[in-house]
């Protein structure tokens, strides 16, 4: 079974406004983190913004927020006041506390800015 | 600059032959990774270490091999025994063995097969 699934393969924005990107995820792990990076067309994975499973308040970056829903399992990303820049896509990961934590990668969403 | 530097960054091979890709880190982070991406994908891993001279397999590790001789370094060699290595490979390293850190990447290197 996935332990990432992001259902959107694709997601269309207008320069300015918010958009939701979304990511569900599998563990029977109590501990475990979220993370969301952006890959842009050179290629490089540039991290954005991390939370915890305990972590009580919904995690802030800049124009970055995740919409963090435990029991639903569900951890959404948030970009505010869209900028041409943030065409790219956008991958969400988990690492548990289990084993060597190593990080499992959801199959990505592709954001479009348009002006 | 502390970082993470993949070479080369475009890689050519003709079936049959073995290529190695380089990974060098100056992080001084004691896990290092290796992961795959196939075009409108996300990112598989194919070997992880988290310490000198040990490391362990991934999801997709048939036809790959790494070595761990400093903590700097984890070398990824694509082998004539991988069926399909045209992709796109991603080194990456952390802190350590921690749910809480996240991953810092290279830019990657992109493999592609003749």
Redesign the interface.
Known sequence: AQK?TQTQPGMFVQEKEAVTLDCTYDTSDP???L?W?KQPS????I?LI?Q?SYDQQNATEGRYSLNFQKARKSANLVISASQLGDSAMY?CAM???SG?????????TMLLVSP | DGGITQSPKYLFRKEGQNVTLSCEQNLNHDAMYWYRQDPGQGLRLIYYSQIVNDFQKGDIAEGYSVSREKKESFPLTVTSAQKNPTAFYLCASSIGNTYTGELFFGEGSRLTVL
Request: glycine share 20%.
């Open positions: 990432i501990s475990y983190g993370f990076y050179s290629g490089e994975m991290f991390y915890g991958f690492r548990e506390s060597y934590s190593t990080l499992t990668f959801g199959k990505g």
